[in-house]
């Protein structure tokens, strides 16, 4: 049985950082592409946004347009963990934020139908 589970969220002041993580099990980590994707409050399902993406051996990674350049992806295939550095935080980046695994493992697609497995979030709070 497949498994992700995030960690790392929290409240955080306008301007801060965080990092999350993710911890995958049931499944072997290096045949996925993983991605993040943010639910803002209010918003359902289908709406989450793409955050970024990364394949399977780390060589490539992709980003939401109103991430780019404060966000970082990364993963640790031995630890079976990826990770979402985040600084530079602002408002509109309160979301829960989930972690999600495609099995097409050289693809970062942005469409949440393309991702077989889901976390189930962490909170992440930016207070202006």
């Known amino acids: 049985q497949a498994q992700l589970v995030e960690s790392g969220g929290g409240l955080v002041q306008v301007g801060g950082s965080l990092r999350l993580s993710c911890v995958v099990s049931?499944?072997?980590?290096?045949?996925?592409?993983l991605s993040w994707f943010r639910q803002a409050p209010g918003k359902d399902r289908k709406d989450r946004d793409f955050?970024?993406?990364?394949?399977?051996?780390?060589?490539?990674?992709d980003y939401g347009f109103s991430v780019k350049g404060r966000f970082t992806i990364s993963r640790d295939n031995d630890k079976n963990m990826v990770y979402l550095q985040m600084n530079n935080l602002k408002p509109e980046d309160t979301a829960v934020y989930y972690c999600?695994?495609?099995?097409?493992?050289?693809?970062?697609?942005?469409?949440?139908?393309?991702?077989?497995?889901w976390g189930q979030g962490t909170q992440v709070t930016v207070s202006s």
């Open positions: 049931g499944l072997s980590i290096s045949m996925y592409s």
């Open positions: 955050v970024g993406g990364i394949t399977f051996n780390g060589e490539t990674t």
């Open positions: 999600a695994a495609n099995k097409r493992r050289l693809e970062i697609a942005q469409a949440i139908g393309r991702y077989e497995y």
